[in-house]
């Protein structure tokens, strides 16, 4: 029970908000229907107090429903006579034991009677009604409202129905001035207003009933319906301006059960109280289609912690319920059933729309390499939210790119929201591996392939693990082997080569004169030492080519999310340094064949290549791999620029933590954005 003194503050409180909104309508001319949610949210808040939850509105609800369903329903039938079809309404029934607020009604129903038409008085009473539902929850005090005008409205129209068959009826229907409103003439007069009135009631309790709807939802968890919270936090503007329409529909009934002729424009109403209404029906949808995707998702990881045949949780991942569809073969453009999978270790090549030929080009050899044994597949998922015609045909071209099988019928995936979670994709290409029993072997192996193409076969974590430790730090061949045809001669005849690039095209003219000068030398001449050279990005005429340079990057790349999440040894840093070195103006690997022995920033590096009068005399006698190694340490020593790893965060799993490749400390963390305006493998870097 609340206190007379706190009783007394809240009216005193309220009086105050209702004079300000009066002077503020008053003095400014500002309709109430052009105010903003803000200046009304203010308003509102100051006539609530707490909200009481044990007040059962369900119950009440269910009443104004059947109520207010079979009033309007004899209201149309009435006016419109046989035009109108009458529907077969379902009755509800309120919990046992319910019990009806009866003097809160009549309080409430006293509030909206026999006021004069007009927008500001409509705002002053729904401001009254507010403050003394100050106790309850916002839907409450929307219910508790429209039953009191329900009781008033049901009344007058179950009166209308009985008047000419009951005395009592018919009597008592005289003092509701019933017959006024029902004579011919009149009734023909007002036929339109009538029918105005009792459809702007049918919106009222829509938008009532989409607010119910939100409150049920509310159990839901916040994270995985997002779109509640915003329905929420706007309930209590939505609240007020159904309370408003209620009390506007009350004066309707007055005027038009009164022998004066007053002007109650309705229109302003039903304008606002539809758009309210639309825009909960839409959030209602955004909200159940997320609950849908939280209820897949946990359905799909359930699926995955439980595994049994593959071709079922490839089912679970991307289809809706009941919507299983046939897949496309590549090979044939022919539809094949999904059964195609059973007991076949299944390859989902994930990707968005925005995929380059090379990285379809990737999975050719895969391809051919796997339809031999006949037990792996692959398999293309289009990972699309919103699907449009353009992508449609865009979906339709790459699709006849790829020989492999295809998730065909473009539609949102089931399992978009696990494949994000899970696997970590973020719109690059990623290749999950899953064995017969949908077990994930890999949950991108698409980085090992690039590096090791087939030799990955069977493309597990295990053998990404053994070819990473097998290979040690000759990892530079598997990057540039394919990238120019001089390059395996070179590797296979353990050659010194000079890798190196850079954003500053001065800096690779300096280090290609003065690092050929160092390889011409007659030291190297005299003890047998090859050393080549060979600038990342260049072609054979000395012009940029961006694929060379995409292709070197995409590799490295791939390097370091293959190893990099791992224990970090000297092979990991030397891959993270060179990553490190990617935007600056110049770097430089130098390698014995595949082995690599040091990676260089482009100013240290330099600088060990410009000072080789200080250090040359000892190659005779140490060795040039002891020499170069030992004055870099001494260089790099000296000079230190600071590190920057920048890590594609697209392409997967970034790790929480990073050391520094050059002198071990924690690295900070930076978030970046960039966009290169072009297509193709260049774009990712």
Not at 103 to 108: E, P
Not at 407 to 418: D, S, T
Not at 461 to 483: F, M
Not at 562 to 574: A, F, L, Y
Request: charged content about 25%; some cysteine; overall charge neutral.
């Amino acid at each position: 029970m609340v206190g007379n003194g706190i009783t007394h503050n809240v009216a005193t409180k309220v009086a105050s908000v209702v004079t300000t909104a009066q002077n503020h309508i008053a003095g400014h001319e500002v309709s109430l229907f052009a105010m903003s949610d803000q200046k009304i949210l203010e308003q509102i808040y100051g006539t609530h107090v707490h909200a009481d939850e044990s007040f059962d509105d369900d119950s009440l609800f269910v009443i104004v429903e059947n109520i207010l369903k079979r009033a309007t329903q004899i209201v149309d039938k009435i006016v419109q006579g046989t035009q109108v079809h009458v529907e077969n309404i379902e009755e509800k029934t309120p919990k046992p034991g319910f019990s009806t607020p009866l003097c809160t009604l009549k309080s409430i129903a006293s509030e909206m009677q026999c006021k004069p038409p007009g927008e500001e008085v409509a705002h002053r009473t729904t401001l009254a009604i507010l403050n003394k539902l100050s106790s309850y929850s916002w839907e409450a005090k929307a219910v508790l409202t429209l039953a009191a005008f329900a009781m008033e409205y049901g009344e007058f129209w179950l009166l209308a129905q009985l008047h000419e068959s009951d005395r009592l009826a018919k009597s008592i229907a005289i003092l509701k001035r019933v017959p006024v409103l029902l004579k011919h003439s009149d009734l023909h007069k007002r036929r339109q207003a009538v029918l105005e009135l009792n459809n702007l009631i049918k919106a009222t309790l829509q938008v009532i009933e989409c607010i119910d709807q939100f409150d049920k939802l509310s159990s839901y968890d916040p994270k995985d319906v997002p779109g509640l919270a915003i329905a929420m936090d706007h309930i209590p503007v939505d609240v007020y301006w159904a309370i408003m329409t209620v009390v506007a529909c009350a004066t309707k009934v007055t005027i038009l059960t009164s022998d004066e002729v007053k002007d109650h424009d309705l229109a302003p109403f039903a304008q606002k109280i539809h758009y309210v209404l639309n825009k909960l029906k839409i959030q209602l949808i955004v909200c159940r289609k997320q609950i849908e995707e939280a209820e897949a998702y946990r359905r799909i990881r359930k699926t995955f912690q439980t595994p049994t045949e593959i071709m079922e949780v490839f089912k679970a991942l991307i289809f809706t319920k009941d919507n299983v569809q046939p897949l496309i073969d590549g090979s044939t453009k022919q539809m094949v059933k999904i059964d195609v999978l059973r007991r076949k270790n299944v390859l989902l090549f994930i990707s968005s729309l925005d995929i380059s030929d090379d990285d379809i080009s990737i999975l050719k050899p895969i391809y051919e390499f796997t339809k031999k044994e006949n037990q792996h597949k692959i398999v293309w998922v289009p990972v699309v939210e919103h699907w449009t015609d353009d992508l449609r045909k865009k979906f339709e071209t790459l699709r006849l790119k790829m020989p492999w099988y295809t998730v065909q019928n473009p539609a949102p995936i089931a399992g978009i929201r696990f494949i994000k979670e899970e696997w970590n994709f973020k719109g690059k290409p990623a290749l999950v591996v899953m064995n017969p029993q949908g077990k994930v072997e890999h949950s991108n192996a698409l980085h090992m392939i690039r590096i090791w193409g087939v030799k990955a076969f069977p493309f597990t974590k295990a053998t990404e693990e053994e070819l990473s430790h097998s290979h040690g730090d000759r990892w530079v061949g598997n990057v540039v082997q394919d990238i120019h045809p001089s390059l395996p001669n070179w590797i296979k005849e353990e050659k010194y080569i000079f890798f190196y690039g850079g954003k500053d095209n001065d800096w690779i003219q300096q280090f290609t004169k003065k690092a050929s000068a160092l390889a011409n030398d007659p030291v190297f001449k005299e003890a047998k030492i090859h050393i080549e050279l060979f600038c990342v990005g260049k072609g054979s005429k000395g012009e940029d080519d961006h694929g060379i340079l995409g292709h070197f990057w995409s590799g490295i790349e791939s390097l370091f999310f293959t190893k990099g999440h791992k224990q970090v040894d000297p092979v990991t840093q030397e891959i993270q340094k060179l990553l490190s070195y990617k935007n600056e103006s110049g770097w430089a690997v130098l390698s014995k064949g595949s082995s690599v022995l040091l990676t260089g920033h482009g100013v240290s590096i330099l600088r060990v290549i410009e000072d080789f009068d200080k250090w040359k005399d000892h190659v005779k006698e140490k060795g040039f791999e002891f020499c170069f190694k030992a004055y870099h340490e001494k260089v790099r020593l000296a000079t230190r620029p600071c590190c920057r790893l920048d890590i594609p965060g697209s392409t997967g799993k970034v790790p929480d933590t990073m050391k520094c490749p050059d002198c071990h400390r924690s690295m900070e963390t930076f978030i970046s954005y960039k966009c290169c305006h072009i297509d193709g493998p260049n774009a990712h870097h």
